[in-house]
């Protein structure tokens, strides 16, 4: 470590007490005299003074946010100033102020008095003040902020919190006769405590933390020390005092040197933020900046490489296995040596020689060998086995380890280098360059240095090649030259070298660093160059070591440049060597390659070891078999060499050179290149082209060239062998040329050839193929398999017989993809009955269960249609059954229908129903419940909804009724309040209906007026005509249905309605009770009584109290009477009856779906048509034809 002053003022006639720096480093602040004065760190010109204090200016102290800064005087006040250089706030003491200081984090200003201290922060109009017993010479905040610790004359420091509450009292064991007069905290951050740094007058430097424990002992000065300050990490103290100089301490207290010399005490000393210039002020005035330099002492050898740091410790630095070992030398490191197991280290009064426990290379701990307790002046410390030896300008001495001096050496010029470079015990030898030019090498244990070169300008750097057979040096000019040691000439020089290494692995390869870029060079070869920042200082193998700053590291260089150089010159044992030293797998597979091509069998062989190329291996063995036998053909080596390379061609010309045309035939016909082959055959020998030829087919057979093999199979009409290669590896446009080409009559290639594309999912080729066969069956399947239904469908209009074998797995596809409804009918046209109905029961329940009542209602119908679909198949027993089966069907069918609409009004929040429609749909609902309800049906709300729309249109009774009704039920709990209510506020109305809905229900063939519920269905009370209802609204409509006479056929009947006669016969009209054992029917004459009468109307009346129903039956002049517009047919398919009726209200216009014969209001069913474009009831589409 070394001072330079940067520069240097005098205030005359002042004394500078205090300074301090601001936190960016940029200006200065002084105390001196009467002012405030205010510096450029940088030039050490004054930039301002500032006036304000009336006394002499002890203390300053500046924020560490950079805003403001402090000073305090004689005169007893405080000034705050800004950065800007102007003040304030000014605030005083009862006494004169000693010290200021600002906390780091809050920025907190304590002010420091002879009898008290204060704390001002600028959010608080008051200064708190604090009584203190003793004056107080210090003060100073810990790094967090959280204490204050204050020095005083009485010896004592102590530590308060930041309301100014004493936690930690410290008394020095001198009392007042050692007075504190500076203390510090370490700023560092990688400390675990807060460290104190505390100096008194009694002589004496001193460390604690924060809880009062002293660290170590106290260090005794030779001086009074007037202050004490850290370097901004903590890693240095500065201190100066009555020894009128500054000097440079560690962190630990232990003296590196003296920063300056002055002429009078110096009485405060500070270190620029983040930097090396440290600022003193003198007792007479003196401001002096120096900056200090700090050497890097260090010292290499091979992979081991120790340097200082922290002034007191050595690092040792394993650069390959990045292992590093600290030694604390607690002295000031001078300088460091390393050679082998040894390292030596000076310090200002003695010489530490340490030694490593084991041999082991990877081993970093060392134990004191010797010590050499005597102060050494020196430039130079190199280390030996058994010896030191030091270097003092033109003087080398040699001291063994008890430091006795054994030799001694004069040079005639000042030695600039030197280095050991090895040698037994004891006699090693040295590398010594000089100013002069001189490179001399000495040994330890002889007397005579030996001259190896002159140069004509200053050695830099040295270093000898592994063998000592070369020498490479560096001049001042920074040029390297490597010379022949024996025969002292010139090998080679390279411009802009800053330092140099020979490889110590191998003899022809060293390495420089100068300008930013490392250069590798070996034998004569040009330079490798690439990036690196610092020193190179040795080359290990394939690692270079590189001194950047302060860090040394192992920088990993690939060998390649230099082998390839090598390989270009055909040098392939260097090459190898090279390679050795760390190559890629890739330069090594180069390296065996080309030796190998160069017949370096042995250099070849080791390559190929290290990437164990096993194949290579063998062909170099039997090569050298065939050596030791006496062959000595290079150029048939070399053919066999290319044919491994797979250079073939080159192969084969070789071999026809060397007259070995039977040889690349073989190869040839290995390889199955039978074009070649056949140019080494000559055309005379028959012979050889049969083998060939039988070879190319045997080739053919196990072959992994299939097309090929497959093209020789179709040429030789092997068609079925070659159908299998072709279908194996899925080549369907060989297969489909084959299939084309091949006629219709070979079925079995065909079928294999169909069989393939099938495998390959490639259905058109495939249908093509069972077209072209005439195999219709396997054609269906491969439709069905492959899901082309359209084509399957197209197929079954052809040829009707494949009818069961597309629809029935069409069917099962359609329920798999749940597309039940398909499913249905397809299972429908297959003939498959009981599978359609099962499906549409299935259907059925599903819809049933998951409350769709509509689709339902629908499958229900669909369901009686098909059972009416059966019914016309089966024998008169089944066929009973089945018409049973129809009528309940189309019974559900209705009631489902109808409860939707009820389920809908009950379950969602709005209706899409006139309160009428949906009053006749429970009552048409609750008259056809029967004792069992049908599954998902809920009388409760059939009862819920008919009791809400009761009252709102007037019909109260029936309203109490229902809720009467609902008490016997099981109410859920939404309803249950509604309900309740209801049945309480419905007792405040009239009990009796409204006269229209009675009206409303009036019996079309004997004019009674209804109730508006029939516990007997939907029939009259009184004729028990059953009631015909819109399948929409729900409204009686006015119909009458009536039955033909014995003998009249459907279409007899239709053709007479279709007559219409008018009425002119006028005869007598007479009732006739025709009694027909349990059947009653009203029969009528072809008599008239009235003109005007209508003879249907007539037909209708009938006996008043009979208790069951007569039905109307019209014969033949009936049947002519009728208008056509006034006749409704339901035209039922087999085994079914036609059904009729007459409409009493022609006016009224109604219309019945073809399809389910369900009959609406004309209005109603062409609106819900255009709603859903199909039947409400059993979703006819409008468009499909009856």
């Known amino acids: 470590m070394r001072a330079v002053l940067a520069w240097k003022e005098t205030i005359r006639d002042q004394c500078v007490y205090d300074l301090a720096f601001k936190p960016d480093g940029t200006q200065l602040i002084i105390a001196a005299g009467l002012r405030v ?44 100033w800004t950065s800007k250089l102007e003040g304030i706030l000014k605030y005083t003491h009862n006494d004169s102020i000693q010290c200021v200081a600002y906390n780091p984090v809050t920025h907190q200003l304590a002010s420091c008095s002879t009898g008290d201290f204060g704390l001002w922060s600028p959010e608080q109009k008051s200064v708190n003040k604090h009584k203190v017993s003793s004056k107080i010479t210090c003060c ?12 005083m004359m009485n010896g004592v420091v102590s530590i308060r919190n930041k309301n100014g509450e004493e936690k930690v009292k410290i008394e020095r064991p001198g009392g007042s006769s050692s007075p504190i007069w500076s203390i510090a905290w370490n700023p560092s951050k990688d400390e675990h405590n807060d460290i104190l740094a505390v100096a008194d007058w009694g002589q004496k430097l001193s460390f604690y933390q924060l809880s009062g424990k002293q660290i170590g002992k106290d260090r005794t000065l030779t001086y009074d020390p007037c202050c004490v300050s850290f370097f901004s990490k903590g890693e240095y103290i500065v201190m100066g005092g009555s020894d009128k100089q500054a000097s440079l301490y560690t962190k630990d207290g232990v003296r590196l040197g003296t920063i300056g010399e002055q002429n009078a005490w110096v009485w405060t000393c500070r270190v620029k933020p983040d930097s090396n210039f440290v600022v003193l002020g003198c007792q007479d005035g003196t401001i002096a900046c120096y900056q200090l330099i700090f050497s890097t002492v260090h010292g290499l050898y091979k992979d081991r490489y120790a340097y200082r740091d922290s002034m007191t410790d050595v690092i040792v630095q394993h650069l390959i296995t990045e292992q590093k070992v600290r030694i604390k030398c607690r002295e000031l490191v001078k300088k460091i040596a390393i050679y082998r197991n040894r390292l030596a280290i000076q310090l200002p009064e003695k010489i530490l020689i340490y030694e490593l426990y084991s041999d082991d290379s990877s081993d970093m701990h060392y134990r004191i060998k010797e010590k050499i307790c005597r102060k050494f002046e020196c430039n130079l410390l190199v280390v030996c086995s058994q010896h030191i030896i030091l270097c003092q300008e033109k003087r080398l001495q040699c001291l063994s380890f008890t430091s006795v001096r054994e030799k001694e050496w004069v040079m005639e010029s000042l030695i600039r280098y030197i280095k050991v470079i090895g040698g037994p015990p004891g006699r090693e030898g040295l590398l010594v360059g000089l100013k002069n030019g001189a490179i001399l090498k000495i040994f330890v244990d002889n007397l005579f240095p030996i001259t190896l070169l002159k140069l004509s300008t200053s050695v830099r750097c040295l270093d000898m090649s592994a063998s000592r057979n070369k020498l490479a040096v560096v001049d001042e000019h920074n040029t390297l030259l490597v010379y022949d040691i024996n025969s002292k000439e010139l090998l080679f020089q390279e411009p802009n070298a800053n330092s140099v290494a020979w490889n110590t692995q191998c003899e022809d390869m060293l390495c420089f660093s100068g300008n930013g870029y490392l250069n590798i060079k070996a034998s004569n070869f040009p330079v490798h160059q690439q990036k690196m920042q610092g020193f190179m200082v040795g080359y290990n193998g394939s690692k270079i070591f590189c001194l950047h700053v302060y860090s040394m590291s192992a920088v990993e260089v690939p060998q390649s440049a230099p082998m390839y150089q090598y390989l270009e010159k055909k040098m392939f044992k260097e090459a190898y060597q090279i390679a050795c030293l760390g190559v890629t797998d890739s330069d090594w597979r180069d390296l065996a390659t080309e030796a190998l091509e160069g017949l370096d069998f042995d250099t070849a062989k080791k390559a190929f070891i290290r990437i164990r190329d096993l194949r290579y291996l063998e062909l170099i063995n039997s090569i050298e078999e065939r050596k030791k036998r006496g062959e000595n053909d290079n150029e048939l080596f070399l053919a066999d060499v290319y044919a491994y390379q797979g250079k073939f061609h080159e192969a084969a010309k070789l071999y026809k050179r060397t007259g070995h045309e039977s040889r690349a035939l073989s190869m040839y016909t290995d390889l199955r290149m039978f074009e070649y082959a056949k140019e080494f055959i000559g055309a005379t020998d028959p012979k050889n082209s049969r083998i060939l030829m039988t070879k190319q087919a045997d080739w053919a057979k196990s072959s992994k060239e299939p097309r090929a093999a497959a093209e020789m199979y179709l040429s030789a ?4 062998k070659a159908i299998d290669i072709i279908g194996e590896h899925g080549w369907e446009d060989m297969l489909i040329d084959i299939a084309r080409k091949l006629d219709k009559a070979e079925r079995e290639p065909l079928a294999k050839c169909a069989f393939y594309f099938e495998r390959l999912k490639h259905h058109g080729y495939a249908s093509e193929t069972y077209s072209k066969m005439g195999d219709l069956q396997a054609l269906v399947q491969l439709h069905v398999e492959t899901r082309h239904w359209e084509e399957a469908f197209s197929l079954v209009e052809k040829h009707p017989q494949f009818k069961n074998h597309v629809f029935v797995p069409y069917a099962q596809w359609l329920a798999e993809n749940d597309r039940f409804e398909e499913a249905q009918k397809a299972f429908h046209k297959a003939g498959r009955q009981n599978e359609a109905v099962k499906v549409l029961e299935q259907l059925t329940q599903n819809a049933v269960v998951e409350n769709r009542f509509n689709d339902a209602g629908y499958y229900y119908w669909m369901l009686s249609m098909q059972c009416l679909d059966i019914a016309r198949a089966e024998s008169e027993d089944q066929r009973d059954e089945m018409l049973k089966k129809f009528e309940r069907f189309q019974h559900l069918a209705e009631l489902y229908h109808v409860y939707r609409s009820i389920q809908r009004y009950t379950d969602e929040p709005f209706s899409s129903h006139m309160p009428e429609t949906l009053f006749n749909i429970c009552r048409f609902l609750l008259n056809n419940l029967t004792k069992d309800i049908p599954p998902g049906i809920s009388k409760v709300n059939t009862l819920y909804a008919l009791a809400k729309q009761s009252r709102r249109l007037g019909a109260y009774k029936l309203a109490r009724y229902s809720y009467e009704k609902l008490q016997e039920l099981h109410i859920p709990s939404r309803f249950q ?3 309740e209510l209801g049945s309480l506020t419905i007792r405040s109305k009239p009990f009796h209906d409204s006269e229209d809905l009675i009206e409303g229900m009036m019996c079309y063939r004997c004019s009674t007026n209804n109730p508006l519920l029939n516990n007997q269905g939907s029939v009259c009370i009184n004729c028990r005509q059953p009631f015909i209802y819109s399948a929409s609204s729900y409204e009686v409509l006015p119909l009458v249905q009536f039955y033909l006479e014995e003998g009249i056929s459907d279409e007899d009947a239709v053709s007479l309605i279709d007559l219409e006669v008018p009425h002119t016969d006028q005869r007598d009209a007479r009732w006739q009770d025709m009694d027909n054992g349990e059947l009653q029917a009203l029969r009528m004459d072809d008599g008239l009584d009235d003109p005007e009468e209508d003879p249907f109307t007539a037909k209708m009346s009938f006996e008043q109290g009979g208790s069951t129903f007569v039905p109307v039956k019209v014969s033949r002049s009936v049947l002519r009477s009728m208008s056509r517009r006034d006749v409704l047919i339901k035209r039922w398919p087999r085994p079914l009856k036609w059904e009729y009726f007459r409409s009493l209200l022609p006016d009224v216009s109604i219309t019945m779906c073809p399809t389910c014969f369900k009959m609406f209001h004309s209005e109603d069913y062409e609106l819900l048509v255009l709603q859903h474009n199909c039947c409400p009831y059993c979703r006819r589409p409008i468009d499909e034809p009856n």
């Open 717 to 720: 009409g092997e068609h079925l």
């Open 140 to 151: 100073g905040w810990t790094n967090d902020g959280q204490y204050l610790a204050l020095g």
């Open 977 to 979: 309040e509604s309900i």
């Open 37 to 80: 004065l205010v510096y450029d760190v940088a030039d050490g010109a004054i930039i301002q003074p500032l006036k304000g204090h009336k006394d002499i200016v002890y203390c300053v102290a500046y924020a560490k946010d950079g805003k403001r800064f402090a000073s305090g005087s004689a005169d007893k006040s405080i000034i705050i």
